[in-house]
Structures are given as C-alpha cells and as structure tokens.
T-cell receptor, first 111, second 115 residues
C-alpha cells in the first residue's frame, strides 16, 4: 500500500519569509514523487516531480524539493514567498498507476 | 483551451437521485483517471482507464458508482441512489503513457452536493 503524510496543515507567513512543507511517504516500490499546487479557484497544477537522478529538483515559480530516501521524505521549499503563493499544496506518490495524495497544506502569505 | 474539461462544474441533488458527470481528457491522452476529494483531504483515487478499458477500481468505488469510457475518449461517472456522504469534488485527470513521466493533468472538477 502507498501513503503520503503532510504536516502543519495550515501555514501563515509574511511575504519574503521562507517556506518549507514536509512530506513523508510509505511505499515498497520505486517512487515517483510530485508536488501539486491549487491556487484559489483553479485546478490542480504540477509544481515539480522526482523520478530518479539528482535528489534536488527544481520546479516552477522558484520552488524546489529534496528527495531523501533514508528519511522517506520529499520536502518542498521556497526561499522567499510572495502573496501570489497563497494556495493549497499537495504532495503525491505514484505507485501502481495511481496517485496517492497527502491531505495538503493550506498556505496563506500575508502581504 | 486544450486542457481537461469537466461538466457540470457544480451539481446539487437530493438524496436518492442519480447523477452523471462527464470528463473530456486532453485529446491525445490514452489514460483517464477519476479521483474524489472531500473537505480537508487530498484527492483519493477511484478508477482509471487505458483507452476504453477500465483497468483498476478502488475499494472506494461502491456498486452505486459506475464509470465508462466507451470510445476511449470522454468518460462518464455515474452515481446511483446518491447519499449525503457522496458530497465531494470529483476530479478527472488524463495522461499519455508513452511519455517518460506519464504526468497527470487535472480538470477543474465537479462539485457534488447531496441534500
């Protein structure tokens, strides 16, 4: 079975602050990991993905994530957030052709 | 717009009624997925198709739920005898399994409210 857990469901921070969202997974096979973002009123969009190779992956809008196999983690980071980063962020694991999502992090950036 | 589209965007129904949702995937995508998302949760997998074949169904998909993709293009998800617990956002996604990453692209969802 595959599962994903995300912590700190609600995050409030000021513009220019740094953001880190935790993601831990459980899966016995080869992991493909994703972070999706859902801006208010919009549908899920892919931020970044990890399949293999360099464990530090860069995505759109200045986001990056680091895959640490020994910790079963895939944490998302952004050094300096903007008001436009207000959104819900979901970590997901693909196994057996399906995506398993975490519960999400609701991030609010205060101008 | 060549993204995934879903219709309707919102549906309000009374308990016991049947509802049907439609998903139109990105045209060249051969895989189509249905997920359900309830408040405070991430999307949960329901089922997926490769062309017209339904290859996998989640245990979440009770016998009141049925999905079809008759010509390998659009798909429908029907819920019979709706219950209040069926209230959720129903998401459709599509992908092309010939690509290296098989990235899933999501539609805007259909929000179902069962009164």
């Amino acid at each position: 079975a595959q599962s994903v857990s995300q912590h700190n469901h609600h995050v409030i921070l000021s513009e220019a602050a740094s953001l880190e969202l935790g993601c831990n997974y459980s899966y016995g096979g080869t992991v493909n990991l994703f972070w999706y973002v859902q801006y208010p009123g919009q549908h899920l969009q892919l931020l970044l993905k990890y399949f293999s190779g360099d464990p530090l992956v860069k995505g759109i809008k200045g986001f990056e994530a680091e895959f640490i196999k020994s910790k079963f983690s895939f944490n998302l980071r952004k050094p300096s957030v903007q008001w436009s980063d207000t959104a819900e962020y979901f970590c997901a694991l693909r196994g057996n052709n399906r995506l398993a999502f975490g519960k999400g992090n609701q991030v609010v950036v205060i101008p | 717009d060549t993204g995934v589209s879903q219709d309707p965007r919102h549906k309000i129904t009374k308990r016991g009624q049947n509802v049907t949702f439609r998903c139109d995937p990105i045209s060249e995508h051969n895989r189509l997925y249905w997920y359900r998302q309830t408040l405070g949760q991430g999307p949960e997998f329901l089922t997926y198709f490769q062309n017209e074949a339904q290859l996998e169904k989640s245990r979440l998909l009770s016998d009141r739920f049925s999905a079809e993709r008759p010509k390998g293009s659009f798909s429908t998800l029907e819920i019979q005898r709706t219950e209040q617990g069926d209230s959720a956002m129903y998401l459709c996604a599509s992908s092309w399994d010939g690509s290296s990453y098989n990235e899933q692209f999501f539609g805007p969802g259909t929000r179902l409210t069962v009164l």
